[in-house]
């Protein structure tokens, strides 16, 4: 049972452009939802989080947006660099636990 | 990496022995955890702790366990490796549990041959 699911798997975007993965998470009792990226050889790490409070969160070139109704939240990167080349997971939390989306490879084009 | 270390980081074993991996940490934070991550699947949790000798299972816990007997400590053991253990698995640790941020170890990649 996949409790969150994430699209699309891959994802090539020229440099410049907007890049946007979204995910769908199914338990309501989820209370946090960051985004992670990976570089390859490395683990993931942390790069924006947003609570169902709020339906929009921006840092720098990131921005999640959130649905709470529909269920569902996503990763814009503005002005996408060769530097933003990796992997993005979502995830969603609640009590103790972080599950993960499967993954988006992001290329961009320079 | 914020004083996550885990050991070791390459390792290659047969089929039906038994393998331990180690998460070390330096930021006193409370909780761990440990994923594998394999191509397709993402990152899927095997076990985590909330403190010194308290774990739960993660959604891919059979044929994994783990121990943790000092805050510092997260061991993830295989009884008996099977080849579709073969796979890099990551510690992650969290001060305040999973509604704040992970931060996470540089993964070990294990090979069950």
């Known amino acids: 049972q996949q409790q969150v699911k994430q699209s699309p798997q891959s994802l090539i975007v020229q440099k410049g452009g907007i890049s946007i993965i979204n995910c769908a998470y199914e338990?309501?009792?989820?209370?946090?939802f960051p985004w992670y990226q990976q570089f390859p050889g490395k683990g993931p790490a942390l790069l924006i989080a947003?609570?169902?409070?709020?339906s929009e969160k921006k840092e720098g070139r990131f921005t999640i947006s959130f649905n709470k109704s529909a269920k569902q939240f996503s990763l814009h990167i503005m002005d996408s660099q060769p530097g933003d080349s990796a992997t993005y997971f979502c995830?969603?939390?609640?009590?103790?636990?972080?599950?993960f989306g499967k993954g988006t490879r992001l290329h961009i084009l320079p | 990496d914020a004083g996550i270390t885990q050991s070791p980081r390459h390792k290659v074993t047969e089929t039906g022995t038994p393998v331990t991996l180690r998460c070390h940490q330096t930021?006193?934070?409370?909780?761990m955890y440990w994923y594998r991550q394999d191509p397709g699947h993402g990152l899927r949790l095997i076990h985590y702790?909330?403190?010194?000798?308290?774990?739960d299972k993660g959604e891919v816990s059979d044929g994994y366990s783990v121990s943790r007997s000092k805050t510092e400590d997260f061991l993830l053991t295989l009884e008996s490796a099977t080849s579709s253990q073969t796979s890099v698995y990551f510690c992650?640790?969290?001060?305040?549990?999973?509604?704040?941020?992970?931060?996470f170890g540089q993964g070990t990649r294990l090979t069950v041959v």
């Open positions: 947003i609570r169902p409070d709020v």
């Open positions: 995830a969603a939390s609640r009590d103790d636990k972080i599950i």
């Open positions: 338990n309501t009792a989820f209370d946090y």
């Open positions: 930021e006193n934070h409370r909780y």
């Open positions: 702790s909330y403190g010194v000798k308290d774990t």
């Open positions: 992650a640790i969290s001060e305040r549990g999973a509604n704040t941020e992970a931060f």
